[in-house]
């Protein structure tokens, strides 16, 4: 198969991961493990975390929003030490970076499609992120969030690519799922080396520095 795109999630594969800021946070505070997440996939299309993304909430509106969803589910928790927990987290991985610049040097497309939200202060380095792809794709910005198919058909329109020779990357299994029903190859990121291995295979060159 001749790849002409790869797909990349930010947080959790180009950026470090929420899901280990927010399990520390579990930890720290005597939540038991994956509490939060759980309230994020039981509450829905409707919940304050997905709200967020779609950008329907601003950071504020969602710490009491949020803490509402977690309350309902048992577990006491401050939004806002929450997210900057995750903010902090969130810096790029080196070796994805060089990854993405490789791809483009050697003459394949890469976007990033990640859910996100608008926090104050990110917007300059959210602007030098997007100018490592040729095509960056914002939850928050387009109103849509994986694993909606809408948002995947945007990003390959945004590619002018079709979904059979695209390739993605993500942390999150029910994201990856909607990929492969759209026809992409998909990796499931646990670890750069890992993840970077089995696109190195699929694309037929190396990515990493020696």
């Known amino acids: 198969m001749s790849y002409r795109a790869v797909i990349f999630d930010l947080g959790g594969v180009i950026l470090g ?30 919940g304050a975390w997905s709200r ?7 950071l504020e509106g969602f710490y009491r929003a949020f803490e509402s969803d977690c309350r309902a589910a ?3 928790i401050s939004g806002r030490e929450l997210m900057q927990r995750i903010g902090e987290i969130s810096k790029p991985r080196p070796e994805m970076l060089t990854a993405v610049d490789r791809i483009r040097e050697l003459g394949l497309k890469a976007a990033a ?17 997007a100018a490592r792809f040729d095509v960056f794709v914002e939850s928050s910005v387009v109103q849509l ?20 020779v695209a390739i993605f990357l993500d942390d ?19 670890h750069p080396d890992q ?8 694309l037929g060159f190396c990515l990493r520095n020696a």
């Open 17 to 46: 991961s929420p899901l280990h800021a927010i399990a520390a946070y579990e930890s720290d505070h005597g939540i038991e493990t994956g509490t939060i997440n759980r309230v994020v996939v039981a509450t829905g299309p409707s």
């Open 52 to 58: 967020l993304e779609r950008g329907e909430l601003a």
């Open 74 to 76: 048992g577990a006491e």
């Open 113 to 129: 499609l990640t859910n996100n939200w608008v926090a104050e202060g990110e917007a300059d380095s959210s602007a030098l992120l």
């Open 145 to 164: 969030r994986k694993p909606d198919p809408r948002i995947y058909q945007h990003t390959c329109e945004q590619l002018a690519e079709s979904p059979e």
């Open 172 to 190: 999150i299994g029910r994201n990856l799922k909607t990929a492969r029903e759209l026809g992409m190859a998909t990796i499931k990121f646990d």
């Open 195 to 202: 993840a970077l291995g089995e696109l190195e295979e699929l």
